[in-house]
T-cell receptor, first 115, second 116 residues
Framework: DGGITQSPKYLFRKEGQNVTLSCEQNLNHDAMYWYRQDPGQGLRLIYY???????QKGDIAEGYSVSREKKESFPLTVTSAQKNPTAFYLC??????????????FGPGTRLTVT | GDSVTQMEGPVTLSEEAFLTINCTYT??????LFWYVQYPGEGLQLLLKATKADDKGSNKGFEATYRKETTSFHLEKGSVQVSDSAVYFCALSDPAGGTSYGKLTFGQGTILTVHP
């Protein structure tokens, strides 16, 4: 079955440590996205990538980094510079078409807790 | 910039009641509109979409009509079930402009609880 996988589902880290969240898709989508979800605030875009080896900052990129070395993979690193990293992180993907918009497909999410 | 406003929640209904969740938007171009549903502890699933004015999206008994004149995309269902309890997000994708295509702007979400 085609889809998006995120691992792990739950992640615990100590303050000051970097942590990398995995996102893999086998939908053959060009575009991939990372969102952060906090209670009562909807989803906020962290980073997105429209093609391999290229990515752009979203609305709340500070304290995060990404890479896009393969079409299938878009890992997110939460660095120690992120002031409030505890949140639910969602990865998504979509096909890419200039001048058009396409729905995004979401993974199951990773809940990160930093203490 | 683009924005989406949803009705405040939470919404609590009895089974078989009629559901409306209001959504209005602001966009510079001619956006596509989406409703997503999120069950507890899970990611978002696309519920329905509409890509141009007067389009009606429908799925699993839910419907929403793209109203350009009122910039709205209200979600409706005639008879809700306990299994519909979830968080519902309205979103838009505005293809106007180069790097903005494909990005989604979300409303804050509306929690729906349906009691037997």
């Amino acid at each position: 079955d085609g889809g998006i996988t995120q691992s792990p589902k739950y992640l615990f880290r100590k303050e000051g440590q970097n942590v990398t969240l995995s996102c893999e898709q086998n939908l053959n989508h060009d575009a991939m996205y990372w969102y952060r979800q906090d209670p009562g605030q909807g989803l906020r875009l962290i980073y997105y990538s429209q093609i391999v080896n290229d990515f752009q900052k979203g609305d709340i990129a500070e304290g995060y980094s990404v890479s896009r070395e393969k079409k299938e993979s878009f890992p997110l690193t939460v660095t120690s510079a992120q002031k409030n990293p505890t949140a639910f992180y969602l990865c998504a993907s979509s096909i890419r078409g200039q001048g058009k918009s396409y729905e995004q497909y979401f993974g199951p999410g990773t809940r990160l807790t930093v203490t | 910039g683009d924005s989406v406003t949803q009705m405040e929640g939470p919404v609590t209904l009895s089974e078989e009641a009629f559901l409306t969740i209001n959504c209005t938007y602001t966009a510079t171009g001619y956006p596509s509109l989406f409703w997503y549903v999120q069950y507890p502890g899970e990611g978002l699933q696309l519920l329905l979409k509409a890509t141009k004015a007067d389009d009606k999206g429908s799925n699993k008994g839910f419907e929403a009509t793209y109203r350009k004149e009122t910039t709205s995309f209200h979600l409706e269902k005639g008879s809700v079930q306990v299994s519909d309890s979830a968080v519902y997000f309205c979103a838009l994708s505005d293809p106007a402009g180069g790097t903005s295509y494909g990005k989604l702007t979300f409303g804050q979400g509306t929690i729906l609880t349906v009691h037997p």
